[in-house]
């Protein structure tokens, strides 16, 4: 859980502006609570606009669930804010700033409510 900890403040520090030469930075909020029992949660928040907070729950065989959010300033002085779970299906961030999918074609769409139909009628073909 410590190395999940150090990750994550890894994260902030990589995301802190690097245009501004600060030699110090104000720690305005740290808390941290440890359960033992594999529940956690954090929140720190820096002068600079940095900012994390993450609730940690046990998760399916021995692993770490996690809920959170992080936010930085960018070069041109708006907040960027990542929403994000960890859990058994992996690191699913939600941001405006994160690229999206193009959107599938009209055709690709009608083959997969096809193919749902086909499976709902018990259809299956061999490979």
Same mark, same amino acid.
């Given at each position: 859980m410590k190395l999940v900890l150090l990750a994550? #403040?890894? &994260?902030? &520090?990589?995301?802190?502006?690097? =245009?501004?030469? @600060?030699?110090h930075v104000? #720690? #305005?909020?740290?808390?941290r609570v440890d359960n033992g029992d594999g529940n956690f949660n954090f929140a720190i928040e820096a002068d600079n606009g940095v900012a994390m907070s993450v609730v940690g729950t046990p998760g399916a065989e021995?692993?770490?669930?996690?809920?959170?959010?992080? @936010?930085?300033? #960018?070069g041109d002085g708006t907040v960027a804010e990542v929403t994000f779970i960890a859990n058994e299906n992996g690191f699913q961030p939600q941001s405006d700033l994160?690229?999206? $999918? =193009? $959107?599938? $074609?009209? =055709? &690709?769409n009608e083959l997969l409510r096809i193919a749902e139909e086909q499976r709902a009628q018990g259809i299956t073909f061999e490979r």
């Amino acid at each position: 859980m410590k190395l999940v900890l150090l990750a994550c #403040l890894a &994260v902030i &520090v990589a995301a802190a502006p690097q =245009h501004e030469e @600060r030699e110090h930075v104000e #720690l #305005l909020r740290d808390e941290r609570v440890d359960n033992g029992d594999g529940n956690f949660n954090f929140a720190i928040e820096a002068d600079n606009g940095v900012a994390m907070s993450v609730v940690g729950t046990p998760g399916a065989e021995g692993g770490v669930n996690m809920e959170g959010s992080y @936010r930085f300033l #960018l070069g041109d002085g708006t907040v960027a804010e990542v929403t994000f779970i960890a859990n058994e299906n992996g690191f699913q961030p939600q941001s405006d700033l994160l690229p999206t $999918p =193009h $959107p599938l $074609p009209a =055709h &690709v769409n009608e083959l997969l409510r096809i193919a749902e139909e086909q499976r709902a009628q018990g259809i299956t073909f061999e490979r």
